[in-house]
């Protein structure tokens, strides 16, 4: 398997505009996670899906995110408008529901997101 | 609220030197601590610790978990400038299946 593959690696677009950020999980794995990593804040959750529906999106900064998954193979995370605070790099991990819990999580290797 | 601090935040230290670095947790429905190692790009794995006491090895690097006093550390023996990296414990819930991440530590290992 290729990994978890994300989509653009890099996006610069101007405040306002929609941005879209799309991932491909492990093949088989139950669970997509959502991540923002920025210096002050580290790692942080988004939202998180098990078998393509959304459990946890408490960590959703704002109604401008929103996040889908509309097949076991993609999810996209959708920023509408952007703003300069978006700015960070994002990542989407996956992970697989063994017999003990589910495994760890292997993470894509991230969309760095500019906001100008 | 669920929360994983890591200390120190950064570290430099010179090749051949031992560094120990700390993960201590409040998590809610704890089911298991997850190290890993974050060089330029994506984090990537490197133990995940279920059970107290119990040290997981690798190469260089081990690894082991306290339950009791909820921490973990990761110690990296003769580190070498590979190992500069940033180092991430997250922990695992049962039930919800989150991982929640510290801020990482970052080392930097001179030659």
């Known amino acids: 398997d290729a990994g978890v593959i994300q989509s653009p690696r890099h996006e610069v677009t101007e405040m306002g505009q929609e941005v879209t950020l799309r991932c491909k999980p492990i093949?088989?794995?139950?669970?997509l996670f959502w991540y923002r990593q920025t210096m002050m804040r580290g790692l942080e959750l988004l939202i998180y899906?098990?078998?393509?529906?959304?459990?946890?999106d408490s960590g959703m900064p704002e109604d401008r995110f929103s996040a889908k998954m509309p097949n076991a193979s993609f999810s996209t995370l959708k920023i509408q408008p952007s703003e300069p605070r978006d700015s960070a790099v994002y990542f989407c991990?996956?992970?697989?529901?063994?017999?003990?819990?589910?495994?760890?999580?292997?993470f894509g290797q991230g969309t760095r997101l500019t906001v100008v | 609220e669920d929360k994983v601090v890591q200390s120190p935040l950064s570290l430099v230290v010179h090749e051949g030197d031992t560094v120990t670095l700390n993960c201590s947790y409040e998590?809610?429905?704890?089911?298991?601590l997850l190290w890993y190692k974050q060089e330029k790009k994506a984090p990537t794995f490197l133990f995940m610790l279920?059970?107290?006491?119990i040290e997981k090895k690798s190469g260089r690097l081990s690894s082991i978990l306290d339950k009791k006093e909820l921490f973990s550390i990761l110690n990296i023996t003769a580190t070498q400038t590979g190992d500069s990296a940033v180092y991430l414990c997250?922990?695992?819930?049962?039930?919800?299946?989150?991982?929640?991440f510290g801020t990482g530590t970052r080392l930097k290992v001179l030659a």
């Open positions: 998590v809610t429905n704890f089911r298991s």
């Open positions: 899906f098990n078998n393509n529906v959304p459990i946890d």
């Open positions: 991990a996956s992970s697989l529901d063994g017999l003990l819990g589910n495994t760890e999580a292997f």
């Open positions: 997250a922990g695992a819930t049962s039930g919800t299946y989150k991982y929640i």
């Open positions: 279920t059970s107290s006491g």
């Open positions: 093949s088989g794995h139950d669970y």
